[in-house]
């Protein structure tokens, strides 16, 4: 591969050494060559690396560090093999000590704050963001795994921002029950008519396998529908119906956003965007059944079982509707106490993010799997007339660049 001299325009596959800056969302670091940005995998704020180019755009690069000519004291061995350049994709930050890993997150969500949220840096230092581990450890813990599969048949895990599959015969991240799974290399059999293979292993002990064609889903191995446990109760759910993939993580979300929220009896509540009632159910034990709580769902699988787990509580309402739709035709109405708000990776956006600050809640619980989306909608609420009150940070995704992380929204004048 050619190395490129000083001066140089690089081109993809191109060799260029950078010293490497800030960490950046994304699961990357910035660094400059003459001038340009260029996001380096792989790497750690202050080493020193032979950083090989990926992808060449207009304005920026991207390059994976292949060769650590001076290394940070946060940087560790991978413990997966498959886990590197040109590699898995999957997780971004083997190569970074757990502790580290958490100040990593913590300081790409302060950025996101600043930089999208529109707060000022004593602002972010009041608030006190930092995001903190889950029961566990790093490894161990992902309790839902799809699996894609090469024209020869044989399971793996994507390359980064690739779709070429990379044939693994473990992933460390599976909870043990799912690596114990006869379904990789070498003592599980090829897959040549599938497309895919998904895998759950539910905190109530189910597991399933189930693979995926063009012509759909077929279950091969354990019960269609799995037992979870969180929040006090048994769930019951399709077990390709979405569920937090974090043991430990419905939990301690519910934990967060009661803490928060601080409901208290007789209050009514909107779960906008509630999946399968996980936050319905917490709050209606606090408000009580002279209350009201209404969930909004569009996905058809969520909705049936919310209504199906939530049958017991005569205070939700579970309305099967996009959320931006409920709001807008006046599915949902007012007068409401809380709202809590768990929408998907690109975020609640503007017309719902205005909508519920116009609707006389006293508070919001904002669920976020994504910093850069969570932020714009603050600015959004910021704009309506309300602060962020607290924010915490939760490491559901170790190794992984990904963070969760749950936010107070209170009306200014509170």
């Given amino acids: 591969m050619a190395e490129t001299a000083a001066g140089a325009i690089p081109g993809e596959a191109d060799r260029v050494e950078l010293t490497v800056g800030a960490v950046a969302h994304g699961g990357h670091c910035v660094a400059r060559l003459d001038g340009q940005v260029v996001f380096v995998r792989h790497a750690l ?29 946060d940087r560790v061995t991978p413990p ?34 600043l930089r999208l949220g529109g707060l000022i840096a004593e602002e972010v230092d009041r608030l006190d963001v930092r995001v903190t581990a889950l ?30 599959v990379v044939p693994i015969d473990r992933c460390l991240i599976a909870v043990p029950a799912l690596q114990e799974l006869p379904v990789l ?36 191995r354990g019960p269609e529908t799995v037992r979870e446990v969180a929040a006090g109760r048994q769930w019951r759910l399709p077990a390709d119906t979405f569920w937090q993939v974090h043991p430990a993580a419905a939990d301690a979300l519910v934990r967060t956003v009661l ?31 002279g209350s009201r709580i209404t969930l909004v769902e569009s996905a058809p699988a969520g909705v049936a079982a919310a209504r199906d787990n939530l049958r017991d509580l005569p205070q939700v309402e579970v309305v099967a509707a996009r959320v931006e739709t409920a709001l807008a035709r006046r599915r949902i109405t007012g007068p409401v106490d809380l709202v809590v708000l ?42 309506c007339g309300w602060r962020l009150a607290a924010v915490r940070g939760h490491d559901l995704f170790p190794m992984t660049q990904h963070v969760e992380c749950v936010g107070l929204l209170v009306p200014s004048a509170r």
């Fill in 185 to 220: 290399p070498p003592a599980g059999p090829r897959w040549p008519e599938a497309d895919a293979v998904e895998t759950v292993a539910s905190t109530g002990g189910d597991v399933t396998v189930r693979t995926v064609t063009g012509a759909g889903t077929t279950t091969v």
């Fill in 135 to 164: 029961p566990g450890g790093p490894l161990g813990w992902r309790s839902r795994v799809r699996y894609a599969v090469d024209a020869a048949g044989r399971p793996g895990l994507l390359k980064h921002r690739s779709h070429e």
């Fill in 259 to 289: 803490e928060l929220l601080e409901p208290a009896p007789g209050e009514s509540a909107w779960d906008l965007y509630g999946g399968a009632g996980l936050f319905a159910a917490a709050l209606a034990a606090r408000v009580g059944t």
């Fill in 80 to 113: 997966c093999p498959y886990a590197g350049p040109d590699r898995c994709g999957g997780c971004d930050l083997q190569h970074v000590a757990p502790a580290a890993q958490l100040d990593w997150k913590t300081a790409v969500l302060r950025e996101q704050l």
């Fill in 45 to 73: 704020p202050g080493e020193r690396v032979v950083a090989e180019i990926t992808e060449v755009h207009r304005g920026f690069l991207r390059a994976d560090a292949i060769e650590i000519v001076e290394p940070a004291a």
């Fill in 342 to 383: 768990d929408p998907p990776r690109t975020g609640a956006g503007r017309d719902v993010t205005r909508a519920v600050a116009g609707s006389g809640a006293r508070a919001v619980g904002y669920v976020a799997c994504d910093p850069a989306a969570f932020a714009r909608d603050v600015r959004t609420f910021r704009e």
